[in-house]
């Protein structure tokens, strides 16, 4: 059920004349599509950065905190662009990605990926700062900093994969897949 | 212009790196772009930590000395993983790449931002940053900006051509 309502939704996005507009512009579709790229190295460049300080592989005598705190605008800056650029990426093809498995995961691991964020902050305010000059952040942030590499690993490889049509609806899938994927018999 | 003759991309799709690339998508692209892009995400975020440290707009409290080191660091880690992992792609369609605008336009750049961070930066920031000019200091901090982001957008615009 929940399948044919995004197919609809996809649908109806796909025939606005915006959503055509985008597609079909050589330039337009190309250079947003390298914009959602490059503030790769903005957001994720940061959280990289604030994640390995954490586990005490780069800048021991800098304050943690104080690290994350600085470049978290930086960060937030690069995860805006990327956000609008990757709404617009969707609506230029709402059908052919709301029907991309990779897609559908890079969903799901964003949203792990921010609940992770949200529990990291939450932690690191909770702990004091009393570890902050430490080499090593305490071990439960250091999970949620490896942890947050890891996912976002994924996500940028499923978000590359969706370039990728091997497990599109037009092929032969199986059962599984094709729902996992969001077909709907015609 | 060609910076190498066309035998050398039918050669490179002849090795065994191109074999594996060509013939196997999936690895292709998990091994080759995946860890192209998180390596872009890594060399990024160092290149821009310090520059925009030089710039004065992140991390003031910090020496500038201090930032600088470290983001080279993970700069060179970086700069190794996202060449091996371009060199195991342009192996699969090289002889595609030598025709291809955007690839030797991402050459030059690439090029260019390697020469620009061990012959001009590192030499230039290796001292006491409180005895280089301000403003050279932003200025090496704008170039290294705009020389890094100009290799990333020809390498996407590989694709596109």
Not at chain 1, 16 to 42: C, D, F, K, P
Not at chain 1, 165 to 178: A, H, I, K, T, V
Not at chain 2, 75 to 104: D, E
Request: hydrophobic content about 55%; charged content about 10%.
């Amino acid at each position: 059920m929940i399948n044919e309502w995004l197919l609809q939704f996809a649908e109806w996005l796909y025939a606005t004349s915006g959503s055509r507009a985008i597609e079909q512009s050589y330039y337009l579709y190309n250079w947003i599509e390298t914009t959602h790229v490059l503030t790769v190295m903005v957001s994720l460049g940061m959280l990289i950065f604030i994640d390995l300080r954490m586990l005490g592989l780069a800048m021991p005598n800098v304050s943690a905190v104080k690290l994350a705190n600085r470049l978290n605008l930086v960060m937030m800056i690069g995860f805006a662009v990327m956000f609008i650029t990757g709404l617009l990426l969707f609506y230029a093809k709402p059908v052919y990605t709301t029907q991309s498995i990779w897609f559908r995961i890079k969903f799901l691991l964003l949203i792990i990926a921010f609940i992770n964020a949200v529990l990291f902050h939450r932690r690191m305010l909770a702990s004091g700062a009393s570890w902050e000059f430490d080499a090593k952040a305490p071990r439960n942030l250091q999970l949620g900093a490896a942890f947050s590499l890891v996912l976002w690993i994924g996500v940028v490889t499923t978000g590359r994969l969706i370039a990728y049509d091997w497990y599109q609806c037009y092929r032969e899938l199986p059962q599984w897949l094709s729902v996992a994927a969001g077909c709907v018999a015609p | 212009m060609e910076l190498l003759p066309l035998s050398f991309f039918e050669w490179a799709e002849t090795t065994y790196l191109g074999y594996i690339g060509k013939t196997y998508g999936g690895v292709y692209a998990t091994l080759g772009q995946s860890i192209h892009l998180m390596s872009l995400a890594l060399l990024g975020g160092t290149v821009l930590v310090a520059d925009l440290r030089l710039l004065g707009v992140v991390l003031r409290d910090v020496p500038s000395e201090v930032v600088t080191e470290q983001a080279h660091k993970w700069f060179r880690i970086a700069l190794i993983a996202i060449v091996a992992s371009g060199v195991f792609m342009a192996a699969a369609i090289a002889q595609k790449l030598f025709y291809n605008a955007a690839y030797w336009a991402k050459m030059y750049a690439l090029i260019a931002g390697v020469l620009f961070v061990f012959a001009v930066k590192r030499p230039l920031l290796k001292g006491d940053h409180s005895q280089i000019n301000p403003w050279v200091l932003r200025i090496v901090a704008i170039a290294s900006i705009l020389v890094w982001f100009t290799v990333a957008a020809t390498g996407r615009w590989i694709g596109f051509s």
